[in-house]
């Protein structure tokens, strides 16, 4: 059930990922920019479009997270610290901060996309960045714990 619960996790993460990936290059690439290249037709997209994928995304994979960190902690966790995996840990830790963080974003976030004209472009774009930044730290340092002992370890 935790592997199920763990890949589910991990998709639902990816999703997450380009959603906010996409939003963030869109708010912050110049609109000029030629809609012949990649680049221009990645920017093109409507930023706004994006915003109520990303908040249930990102509570969906929290959600998701802290069901499978009680697994984590029982049964993964003490053989990290066994083996003296110190710095893993401390990032790990880093990222649960992270997390909550961005689920205290979220209804700034949520918002500022909703109402454009009420909050200023700059507004949007670091709040978007902010929670970009989170997303990729999450996911990048999730990977890292799972490969340290390997899936299913």
Known sequence: MVTALLILHGLVAVALLGAITHQTVAAWAPAGAGPK???GR????PSPA???????????SALLGG???LDFRIDVRPILERDGHWQAIGLFDLKE?????GLGLLPAYWLSWRRPLAVSGWTRAAMTAVLAFIV?????????????????S
């Open 37 to 39: 290249s990649f680049f």
């Open 42 to 45: 990645f920017r093109a997209v």
């Open 50 to 60: 994006f915003a109520n994928a990303v908040v249930v995304l990102y509570a969906v």
């Open 67 to 69: 069901i499978v960190y």
């Open 97 to 101: 901060h992270f997390i909550a963080i």
């Open 136 to 152: 990729w730290f999450g996911f990048l340092m999730g990977h890292v714990m799972n490969n340290i002992l390997g899936f299913g």
